[in-house]
C-alpha cells in the first residue's frame, strides 16, 4: 500500500491555509491560503475547501490522499462550530457536512488550539511526552490538551477553554493576549507614539527592547498573567510539559526569563512551540492520523 497523505486546514479570522501532510507529520505540499473575515459564509467554506483540496491534489501527483483535518477557532460540539467571534456567519454550522459537499474523504473539525496542541505533542517540541498543554498566545488566548498522545476534550468538549478564567473582574483573555500587553502599557503610563496606525503587542515589543519602561512594564505584567495561567494548568493537570505558542512568543526575550525563574526547580517544563505557522494545518491533518 502507498503512503497515506492528509489535507490539513487551519481556519482562522483573517484566512483559510491548507497543506498536504504526510504521516510523520511532515508538510508535503505548499501552504495554500485564501481571505476568509467576519463576512466569510457557509457556501464560501465549501467553495474553499473544495477548491484548495483539488489544486493540492492535483499538485500532489501520486500522493493518496485519504482523508481531511479541519482546525478552527470556537468550540466545536459534533462537528459544529459556535461561540466563533472572528468567523459570525460559521456559527451554527456544521463544517463537517460543509466540507464533505467539497470532497468525498473522512473529515475531522476541531478548535484550532487543540490542533495546535495536537502538532506539538506528536512532532514538535511536546514530542514523547504523555500530558502536555499548548497555550497559543495572539490576539486571544487559545489551549489544548493532550492526555497519552490524544486529545483531550472533556464532557461538554470545554477542557482547555482558559480564556474564560476568571481574573480581576475579566476573562483571562483581557489580560494575557496581545491587546492585553497594550492595555498594561498604558496602565504602566505608556503613551501611544503619534503616526501609528496600528498599536499592538508586536509595537510594544519594540518599545521595550528600545528600553521603554512602560512597555517593559507590560511584558512583566505578562509574564505574571502567563505563570498564573501555567499555574491553573498544572493545579488541574499537573502536565509533564506546557508548550508555549502563537505569534507573542515571537516576544518571550521579554517575558521568557521571567517565567522560567517561576519555573526553576518545578517538575512541568515550560518549552517553546518548534513548528511555527505550519502547526495549525499540522495538527488538523493530525486529527485524522493514528500516534
Known amino acids: 500500500m502507498n503512503q497515506p497523505f492528509y489535507l490539513g486546514v487551519d481556519l482562522g479570522g483573517t484566512q483559510l491555509r491548507m497543506a498536504v501532510v504526510n504521516e510523520r507529520g511532515d508538510l508535503a505540499s ?3 491560503s485564501v481571505a476568509t473575515g467576519r463576512e466569510f459564509r457557509p457556501q464560501d467554506f465549501t467553495r474553499e ?3 484548495l483540496g483539488r489544486e493540492l491534489q492535483l499538485t500532489s501527483e501520486g500522493m493518496e490522499v485519504v482523508a481531511l483535518g479541519v482546525g478552527t477557532p470556537g468550540v466545536i460540539v459534533e462537528q459544529t462550530i459556535t461561540q466563533s467571534d472572528n468567523l459570525p456567519l460559521l456559527n451554527g454550522a456544521n463544517l463537517r457536512a460543509l466540507a464533505s459537499l467539497a470532497l468525498d ?4 473539525v476541531e478548535n484550532d488550539a ?3 496542541a495536537l502538532a506539538e505533542a506528536r512532532y514538535g517540541a511536546g514530542r514523547g511526552s504523555r500530558s502536555m498543554c499548548g497555550l497559543t498566545l495572539g490576539t486571544g488566548v487559545g489551549c489544548g490538551v493532550i492526555i497519552g498522545g490524544e486529545i483531550y476534550r472533556g464532557a461538554n468538549s470545554a477542557a482547555g477553554e482558559v480564556y474564560r478564567i476568571p481574573l480581576r473582574g475579566f476573562h483571562l483573555e483581557h489580560f494575557l493576549s496581545g491587546p492585553g500587553v497594550v492595555r498594561s502599557y498604558l496602565a504602566a503610563g ?5 503616526g501609528i496606525a496600528l498599536v499592538d503587542g508586536a509595537l510594544i515589543s519594540e518599545l521595550a527592547r528600545e528600553g521603554n519602561e512602560s512597555a517593559r512594564a507590560a511584558w512583566g505584567a505578562f ?3 502567563l505563570h498564573f495561567a501555567c499555574e491553573c494548568l498544572i493545579s488541574v493537570l499537573d502536565p509533564e510539559l506546557i ?3 502563537g505569534s507573542i512568543a515571537q516576544s518571550r526575550d521579554l517575558f521568557g526569563p521571567q517565567l522560567d525563574r517561576r519555573f526553576q526547580g518545578r517538575p512541568t517544563r515550560i518549552a517553546y512551540a518548534r513548528l511555527g505557522t505550519a502547526a495549525g494545518v499540522i495538527g488538523a491533518a493530525a486529527l485524522n492520523i493514528r500516534s
Open 105 to 108: 474523504i473522512p473529515i475531522a
Open 190 to 194: 505608556g503613551r501611544l507614539p503619534e
Open 114 to 116: 487543540r490542533c495546535f
Open 49 to 51: 475547501v473544495g477548491r
Open 223 to 225: 509574564a505574571e498573567h
Open 243 to 245: 508548550v508555549v505558542g
Open 30 to 32: 505548499e501552504v495554500l
